[in-house]
Structures are given as structure tokens and as C-alpha cells.
């Protein structure tokens, strides 16, 4: 069964680095996510990403944030200078169209902000 | 009031019993339901996707939806060790501003003991 990929599973980065976060959504899907986990918290929602375009962001999806499809089968999220409060599992999803079809996640990205 | 509430449990039921998990919402604009589940160390893996109120069975599995009363519920029947993970309940929009995101309940912790 096609699967959601992400790594690295986890990343350890010094505070003000630098991390971009790598996912290969579901090959013929065409909306992707970025949903992020703080540990004992719920999962929330950071960006949908359509068409080369973010559809919709959240308040947490500040200007530190970007994301990219950079060819045909990867979709990324760059985080410009880290925070100690980036640290989080990071899920990426996707999804074949956004008419009554649910989203698939992939397993996550641990990051650790030292 | 917060958007999803779920109870975050932890739930510990005897290997054969039936489990009930719930979650209530006030957003009147939901109008796609999911559980996942999510093993330690993992993404969510979906479960059970829904639209409209009733039933819909897939195995062991059951998910209940009562839009008037804003409540969705989960029954495992037969529940075996292999069960023992968290449930989050997810909803989703239809239009506007919040379709395509996914708004998470906590997460409810099950443990299914031999």
C-alpha cells in the first residue's frame, strides 16, 4: 500500500540553525500538509500546500516558516532559525483531491532544538 | 470552549471487551469525521472516515456520528492487545477557511491487556 515517506526521522539542531524537514507525499496525490505534534499535546495544523501555492496557514506558520515542492515528488518544510519551542514531532500529509477523501500521514520527524 | 474535546483517558480495557471512545465538538462547520491511530513512535493511521451522521462499520470497528448533538464516537469490539495505541478523533470543514485542515482532538490512550 503507497505510504507517506518522511525524513529524517529524527533531527537534532543547534537553536538559530536552520532544518528542512523532507516528505514524499503519495505519488498521485496533489494536496499536501504540515501538522506538528508538541509532546503531549494535540496534533496541529501548520500549512496546506495546493497548485505550487499555500492554500491556508496557520498563526504558527510564521515568516521562520516556508514551505516547497521542489520536483514532481518531494514537498519540504524549512525552518529558518529554530526555536527551542520548535521542538516537535513533524507530520506531513496528503491527500488525492480535497472533495470527501481523507488524509494519509507519514510517520514524522522528531526535532530536537538544542 | 474548546473546538474538540476528548477525553484523554488512559483507557485500560481486558483483551475481548468492547471500548467506546468519544469526542465532542463545537464548530457547527464540521463536516468530516476521522479516527486515527497512532502507535508509540509513529504517524496518525487512519481508521474510519465519515460524513454523515449514523454508522459506518469496517470490522471490529465502528464510528457513530450524531451531528446534532456535535459527537462522534468509536466502538472496538473484540479489542486485542494489539489494539493498545492512542485514538485521535479529526474533523474537517467543508468550504471556507477551514477545509483541508484537520483539527485533533488530545488523543485517548488504550491499553488492551491479555
Known amino acids: 500500500e503507497p505510504e507517506v515517506t518522511q525524513t529524517p526521522s529524527h533531527q537534532v539542531t543547534q537553536m538559530g540553525q536552520e532544518v528542512i524537514l523532507r516528505c514524499v507525499p503519495i505519488s498521485n496525490h496533489l494536496y499536501f500538509y504540515w501538522y506538528r505534534q508538541i509532546l503531549g499535546q494535540k496534533v496541529e495544523f501548520l500549512v496546506s500546500?495546493?497548485?505550487?501555492?499555500?492554500?491556508?496557514k496557520s498563526e504558527i506558520f510564521d515568516d521562520q516558516f516556508s514551505v516547497e515542492r521542489p520536483d514532481g515528488s518531494n514537498f519540504t518544510l524549512k525552518i529558518r532559525s529554530t526555536k527551542l519551542e520548535d521542538s516537535a514531532m513533524y507530520f506531513c500529509?496528503?491527500?488525492?483531491?480535497?472533495?470527501?477523501?481523507?488524509?494519509?500521514f507519514g510517520d514524522g520527524t522528531r526535532l530536537s532544538i538544542l | 470552549q474548546k473546538e474538540v474535546e476528548q477525553d484523554p483517558g488512559p483507557l485500560s480495557v481486558p483483551e475481548g471487551a468492547i471500548v467506546s471512545l468519544n469526542c465532542t465538538y463545537s464548530n457547527s462547520a464540521f463536516q468530516y469525521f476521522m479516527w486515527y491511530r497512532q502507535y508509540s513512535r509513529k504517524g496518525p493511521e487512519l481508521l474510519m472516515y465519515t460524513y454523515s451522521s449514523g454508522n459506518k462499520e469496517d470490522g471490529r470497528f465502528t464510528a457513530q456520528v450524531d451531528k446534532s448533538s456535535k459527537y462522534i464516537s468509536l466502538f472496538i469490539r473484540d479489542s486485542q492487545p494489539s489494539d493498545s495505541a492512542t485514538y485521535l478523533c479529526?474533523?474537517?470543514?467543508?468550504?471556507?477557511?477551514?477545509?483541508?485542515?484537520?483539527?485533533f482532538g488530545q488523543g485517548t490512550i488504550l491499553t488492551v491487556h491479555p
Open positions: 500546500f495546493y497548485n505550487n501555492e499555500i492554500s491556508e
Open positions: 500529509a496528503s491527500r488525492r483531491s480535497n472533495s470527501n477523501q481523507p488524509q494519509h
Open positions: 479529526a474533523m474537517e470543514g467543508a468550504g471556507g477557511t477551514s477545509y483541508g485542515k484537520l483539527t
